[in-house]
T-cell receptor
Framework: AQSVAQPEDQVNVAEGNPLTVKCTYS??????LFWYVQYPNRGLQFLLK??????LVKGSYGFEAEFNKSQTSFHLKKPSALVSDSALYFC??????????FGTGTKLQVIP | GAGVSQSPRYKVAKRGQDVALRCDPI?????LFWYQQALGQGPEFLTY????????KSGLPSDRFFAERPEGSVSTLKIQRTQQEDSAVYLC??????????????FGPGTRLLVL
């Protein structure tokens, strides 16, 4: 069975500092990995995905993520956090339409 | 262009009542998904449509849950005889192609269902 772990329920970072939101996964075969962001009372918004190729993936709003196969991780990063980045972040692994697993989410709080 | 829309945004139902939740996907999107998101949790897969065909309904929690997409566009998720444990946010997502998993899904704002 596949699984996704987001080990931190909440991450606090000062505005302007780099941020990292962690994600590890367990899946047989090659995974398709996604990051989504959820603002209050809104649906999930796509940030970025890894399908194949370069391990460093760049996405929306200055976010990037690094796929590390040996550590089965797909951490989300941003060089300089903004207050407006404060939201709930979900990592997900997809293997075919019926094999979709989301993590439990990490609340990012950027402190002014 | 318009994104995925869902209605109603909020629904309060009495236990035992039937409810119907509507999803309007992005025009032309082939794939449509329903998810259930409990409080403090990530979305959990309920069912998947490719055009009008429901290819997977393995995530539906009971036979009280029923989904349809008769013309391959708008979809309705129906919950019969609602129970308190059905209280959650129901998310709809669509993607442009028949997905092998790599296609990006675009999510609607969700319907928050509260069963009293």
């Amino acid at each position: 069975a596949q699984s996704v772990a987001q080990p931190e329920d909440q991450v606090n970072v000062a505005e302007g500092n780099p941020l990292t939101v962690k994600c590890t996964y367990s899946v047989s075969g090659n995974p398709y990995l996604f990051w989504y962001v959820q603002y209050p009372n809104r649906g999930l918004q796509f940030l970025l995905k890894y399908i194949t190729g370069d391990n460093l993936v760049k996405g929306s709003y200055g976010f990037e993520a690094e796929f590390n196969k040996s550590q089965t991780s797909f951490h989300l990063k941003k060089p300089s956090a903004l207050v407006s980045d404060s939201a709930l972040y979900f990592c997900a692994v997809f293997r075919g339409y019926q094999k979709v697993t989301f993590g439990t989410g990490t609340k990012l709080q950027v402190i002014p | 262009g318009a994104g995925v829309s869902q209605s109603p945004r909020y629904k309060v139902a009495k236990r035992g009542q039937d409810v119907a939740l509507r999803c309007d996907p992005i025009s032309g999107h082939v794939s449509l998904f329903w998810y259930q998101q409990a409080l403090g949790q990530g979305p959990e897969f309920l069912t998947y449509f490719q055009n009008e065909a429901q290819l997977d309904k393995s995530g539906l929690p009971s036979d009280r849950f029923f989904a349809e997409r008769p013309e391959g566009s708008v979809s309705t998720l129906k919950i019969q005889r609602t129970q308190q444990e059905d209280s959650a946010v129901y998310l709809c997502a669509s993607s442009p192609l028949s997905t092998g998993g790599e296609e990006t899904q675009y999510f609607g704002p969700g319907t928050r269902l509260l069963v009293l």
